[in-house]
C-alpha cells in the first residue's frame, strides 16, 4: 500500500537554498507586514514676525498598502532566456492582514522606450529582457543603462499598467527550481484544475529530428509554425497530466506544472497563471512551517545572494523586528484575462497580443477594475470580521 504524506511528514533539508526561494520568501513576508516609519520637524513660530503659511510634510503611513513584483525568467540555456514567463505583483495591505496576488498576463501588449524618447509596442514578458540587454538596446534611456536596467524597467512598466508604484522588484531564473524544492522537501500545491499537455519539450531532445529528412523538416518549416509544427515532432516531448486537488510534489514535478502551457485546458497564459498563483501559496505554505523568524532569515540572506532585486536583507530583516510572525495574513487573487478588462489583438508583425477592451495602450480601465476587485475584497474582508 502506497504511504500517503502529510505536510507535517516533510523533512527540512539543510542544503544550499536556490534562487527560486525567494518568491516565496516574498510572499511569506506578505504575512509580516511592512513600512517605515517616518520623522517630522516642529516649526518654531515668533509672532513678531510677518506670518508664514507652512504646509507640513505628511507623514508616511508605515501600514499603506505596497506593491511587490516577482518575475520568472527562463535564464541561461533556454530560447528567449531573458523573457518573463511570470509576472505577479503582491499586493499586500497590513491593515487588513491581507495579500493581493496580481497576474501581469506575458502577452500583454505595452508602449516602452526600445530607444530614447520613442515609444514602440511590445509584448510586456519582453520588457525585462530589453532594459537588461543593453547590448542589443543600447539606445534606452539613460535610467536604464546600468546594471539593474531590466528591473527598473519592469517596474515602471507594470506600474502603468496597475496604476500604483511598483516598491519592491524580485527576478528569479529557473536554474535552482527544482533544487529549491528539494531543498523545501517538497511542497503541497492546491492544483486549480485538471489538465494533461502532450507537447512539454524533454530537455535535451529540442532538434530531434524523429525520422524527418532534412528536406522534410525545411518544408515543415516553411508552411507551418508554432503548435503546427510542434505536433510534427512527437519524439520531443512527453505528456504531462494532473488531476485536479491537492497534490504532493518534488522539483522536477513542480517545475513542470507551473511551465506547461499546451493543455486543451486552460493551457494558455491565463490558465498558467492560476497554476503560478497556486505553487506560490504552495511555497507560502511551506514556510509557514518553519517555527520562528531566527530559521527564516538566515534563508533571506542566502536568497537575496543569488536573485536580482532591490530588496536588501536589513529590509527584510526589520520587516520581521517590527510586524513578527503575522500568520494571520489571507490571501486573494485577481485576474487580468479576456473574460475582464482584455482582449485578443494581433500585432502589426503579426504577434498574438492582449489589449484592453476599452482600446490599445488604454490602461485606465485597468486600473480601474483593479481598484473596484481591492475594493469588493476589502469589503469582504471586513463583512467577514463583523460576523
Known sequence: MEEVISESQIPIHKEKRNPYILIGIVIGICLFGIGLIALTKSISKNFEQPKVVVIPTPTPDPMAPKNMLLLGYGGVGHDGGLLTDTMIV????????????????????????????????????????????????????????????????????VAKIIGTPVDWVAAVDFSGFSTLIKTLGGIFVDVPFSFEDTLYPVKGKEKETCGKTEEDINALTATLSATLLEKEFPCRYETLKFEKGKQFMDGETALKFVRSRHSDVNGG?????????????????????????????????????MVETDLTLADLSGMFERYGMMTSYTTDVIQLTD????????????????????????????????????ARISESTKSAVVQ
Request: aromatic share 8%; hydrophobic share 40%.
Open 90 to 157: 503582491g499586493h499586500i495591505i497590513p491593515k487588513e492582514k491581507k495579500v493581493i496576488l496580481i497576474s501581469i498576463p506575458r502577452d500583454l501588449w505595452v508602449p516602452i522606450e526600445t530607444v530614447a524618447g520613442t515609444e514602440s509596442g511590445h509584448k510586456i514578458n519582453a520588457v525585462f529582457a530589453v532594459g537588461s540587454d543593453h547590448k542589443a538596446y543600447p539606445k534606452v534611456p539613460k535610467k536604464y543603462q546600468g546594471e539593474d536596467g531590466g528591473l527598473l524597467m519592469t517596474k515602471d512598466a
Open 339 to 374: 473574460q475582464t478588462v482584455l482582449m485578443p489583438s494581433v500585432s502589426a508583425d503579426g504577434q498574438y497580443i492582449l489589449v484592453p477592451k476599452t482600446g490599445e495602450n488604454d490602461f485606465g480601465s485597468i486600473k480601474t477594475y483593479i481598484s473596484s476587485e481591492l
Open 269 to 305: 497564459d491565463f490558465g498558467r497563471s492560476l497554476r503560478q498563483q497556486a505553487f506560490l501559496l504552495g511555497i507560502k505554505n511551506r514556510l509557514l512551517s518553519f517555527s520562528s523568524a531566527t530559521k527564516i532569515i538566515p534563508l533571506m540572506k542566502t536568497a537575496l545572494s
